[in-house]
């Protein structure tokens, strides 16, 4: 069976700081993959998605960047965070002609 | 893109059945109908998509009108375990590259009342 695996689940880092959050999909090949970032209180919003290995598509101009180094590893990186990028980040993944997307669990990040 | 359209919140009673509309007047001929719900502090679930007829399983119901211009969802006999933010969502296709992604607005919060 497919499963997505993200962590961490919380993190907390100071202004300025690097980021690096990981989402990983066991059971599957060639999946789309996503990254969303939830801000609090408010709705969902893409970030980045990716249909394949080192193909990235940024949908929002911001601090943060994404990579694919291999085709079920999806990357978020930040070389120096600022608070308004603390929310909750969701990854998630679907395949081409499937019946729905599967998110993972999500990173709270807190900038502090 | 198509854009939805949804009541910002809305109350039930538990074990009534709860009926989320949603609008998308501007659907295009292949774009898909997806129902997503997300607990707090957790990631959205998938429920169920459909493109014209009605659709069923074992979570909910989804009714799209003839026109394909508005959908409800339909929760039979609510739990208060059914509390959640509940998006509408219009899929995007893009043919020439096969991606695709899911735009979501801002949802519904359903309440579910004891």
């Known amino acids: 069976s497919q499963t997505i695996h993200q962590w961490p689940a919380t993190l907390v880092q100071p202004v300025g700081s690097p980021l690096s959050l990981e989402c990983t999909v066991e059971?599957?090949?060639?999946?789309?993959l996503y990254w969303y970032r939830q801000a609090a209180g408010r709705g969902l919003q893409l970030l980045f998605y990716?249909?394949?290995?080192?193909?990235i598509s940024s949908e929002v101009p911001q601090n943060l960047s994404a990579s694919r180094p291999q085709d079920r590893q999806f990357i978020l990186s930040s070389k120096k965070l600022l608070l308004s990028d603390s929310g909750f980040y969701l990854c998630?993944?679907?395949?081409?002609?499937?019946?729905?997307?599967?998110f993972g669990s999500g990173t709270r990040l807190t900038v502090v | 893109d198509a854009k939805t359209t949804q009541p910002t919140s809305m109350d039930c009673a538990e074990g009534r059945a709860a009926n989320l509309p949603c609008n998308h007047s501007?659907?295009?001929?292949?774009?898909?109908v997806y129902w997503y719900r997300q607990i707090h502090s957790q990631g959205p679930q998938y429920i169920i998509h459909?493109?014209?007829n009605n659709e069923t399983n074992e979570m909910a119901s989804l009714i799209i009108t003839e026109d394909r211009k508005s959908s409800t969802l339909i929760l039979p006999h609510a739990t208060l375990r059914d509390t959640a933010v509940y998006y509408c969502?219009?899929?995007?296709?893009?043919?020439?590259?096969?991606?695709?992604?899911?735009?979501f607005g801002t949802g519904t919060r359903l309440t579910i009342i004891p």
């Open positions: 501007t659907i295009s001929g292949n774009e898909y």
């Open positions: 059971g599957t090949s060639n999946p789309n």
């Open positions: 990716s249909v394949g290995i080192g193909q």
């Open positions: 969502i219009v899929r995007v296709a893009r043919t020439n590259f096969g991606n695709e992604k899911l735009t």
């Open positions: 998630a993944w679907g395949v081409w002609g499937s019946n729905g997307y599967t």
């Open positions: 459909g493109l014209k």
